[in-house]
């Protein structure tokens, strides 16, 4: 059969021997009574969805409250960076406060699990542990405990009846199907530890992410202490959402006010950096951007980012050597963040272009002075959401002038002690903070 006219057969290569007819009609699926009948969405019960508080302020801030009777967490995050430390705090507050908790453990022994529980406080009678990684037999834990959270430390290694090893496509799709199925029987919340591939990526198939409430990402340096979790998916609350932790050996304690965080202090005025305020999710955030140039008689010279976009840099540069006329072929580039934060919020761009101007020109810029702004290819300087949060933010913390694209009109609630400049341009700010070219 073909769906258009063709003059040889393609099976036996004989020429004319096919007839003109009409295509085969699908096969015709008989409707099925159902055993619930569909109701107006204003009869639903909204108490069914209430949010959960867990006491760990920061997690409830990403999850929208709190935890979710029925929902399902998906948490991902590099080896090492507390994934396991956390969630045991979270489970000992719940089972101090709502009851039996299970926490299955693939990865550890019971005994290893206990030996941090001591460490960090986190031990309770109501918190139960099980070193399992058989499918049934965890689903057998939760049939006779009946816990009012579960916690299951990592999907990859939980083994089901599907071929494969654990860790694969089937195993993982069949133990998140059955622990999902038997969160929405039993309307318990459930939080599964995802691994992570080299590039970042969550482990696993696609599907795992698309069948949970809420993906929660676990980010921070391995080598420093600071650590935050980010909601890029959340069927219950906002997503894009961050909080903020500190890993020690007492165990992880929140940064309720982490601005201070991402912002350094220096003794001396130093060329090369310049402080913005980037929203993550609601909350505003001082953040330090910092860039050091340095000539290069490579043909290709390097540039280097952490914490900020490359693509952004690269972009930045451009209109720097285009639209300002600074010289940046030539220079070996590097651009960092202070404390290890990841910025994405275009309203960094200004920040950005003048830490790269002050490192070019080696002049520093002058103290409690913020940028704000997003940076289009003429040079100009754009609007950006949230400036009287921003600005509120800096003025909480002692900052006095602030540099803002033009045409904002939002400042009722703006402290009269903040000194603010509106800027049509990347020029005009340079040439403001007194960045010569050279």
């Not at 709502?98 to 009678?125: D, H, I, N, P, W």
């Not at 199907?177 to 039993?186: D, G, P, V």
């Not at 890993?247 to 201070?260: C, F, W, Y």
Request: neutral net charge; glycine residues 10%.
């Amino acid at each position: 059969m073909s769906t258009k006219w063709v003059g040889r057969c393609g099976e036996c290569q004989q020429w004319g021997t096919l007839d003109e007819g009409r295509a085969g009609v699908a096969k015709k699926i008989a409707p099925v009574i159902p055993l619930s009948r569909a109701v107006p969405i204003t009869d639903v019960d909204p108490t069914t969805t209430i949010h959960l508080p867990t006491t760990v302020g920061e997690l409830d801030r990403v999850l929208g409250g709190g935890l979710v009777p029925g929902g399902v967490i998906l948490l991902a995050g590099e080896p090492g960076v507390g994934k396991s430390t956390l969630l045991l705090e979270v489970a000992a507050r719940w089972a101090r406060t709502r009851g039996t908790t299970l926490y299955v453990t693939g990865e550890e022994s019971a005994g290893q699990v206990r030996m941090r529980a001591q460490r960090t406080s986190a031990e309770t009678k109501e918190l139960y542990l099980a070193a399992e990684t058989d499918l049934p037999v965890v689903l057998g834990h939760i049939e006779s405990l009946k816990p009012s959270l579960v916690v299951v430390d990592s999907v990859q290694t939980i083994s089901g009846l599907s071929e494969g090893s654990p860790g694969g496509v089937a195993q993982v799709k069949e133990v998140a199907s059955a622990l999902i199925h038997r969160a929405k029987e039993t309307s318990t919340p459930v939080i599964v530890v995802g691994h992570v591939t080299k590039e970042g990526a969550i482990a696993g198939p696609r599907t795992l992410e698309h069948l949970v409430d809420v993906v929660v990402s676990f980010e921070g340096d391995r080598h420093t202490g600071f650590r935050l979790i980010r909601a890029t998916k959340n069927r219950f609350g906002p997503a894009d959402e961050i909080g903020c932790f500190e890993l020690g050996d007492t165990g992880i304690k929140e940064v309720p006010d982490p601005s201070g965080i991402f912002t350094s202090r220096y003794a001396e005025p130093v060329s090369g950096s310049a402080v913005g305020v980037s929203v993550e999710g609601r909350r505003p955030l001082i953040t330090e951007i910092q860039a050091l140039v340095v000539p290069t008689a490579a043909n290709n010279p390097r540039r280097v980012s952490n914490g900020v976009d490359y693509a952004r840099l690269a972009m930045v540069l451009a209109v720097l050597q285009r639209r300002t006329g600074r010289k940046c072929h030539s220079l070996d580039v590097y651009a960092s963040t202070v404390g290890g934060v990841r910025i994405s919020d275009p309203a960094a761009d200004l920040a950005l272009g003048c830490a790269l101007a002050s490192a070019i020109s080696d002049q520093p810029i002058a103290d409690n002075t913020v940028v704000i702004g997003e940076i289009g290819l003429a040079g100009e300087v754009r609007r950006v959401a949230d400036l009287e949060r921003r600005l509120m933010e800096a003025a909480r913390l002692g900052v006095t002038t602030a540099i803002i694209p033009q045409g904002h009109q939002d400042r009722d609630r703006i402290p009269s002690t903040l000194q603010i400049i509106e800027a049509p341009s990347l020029s005009f700010v340079l040439n403001l903070l007194d960045l010569k070219r050279k």
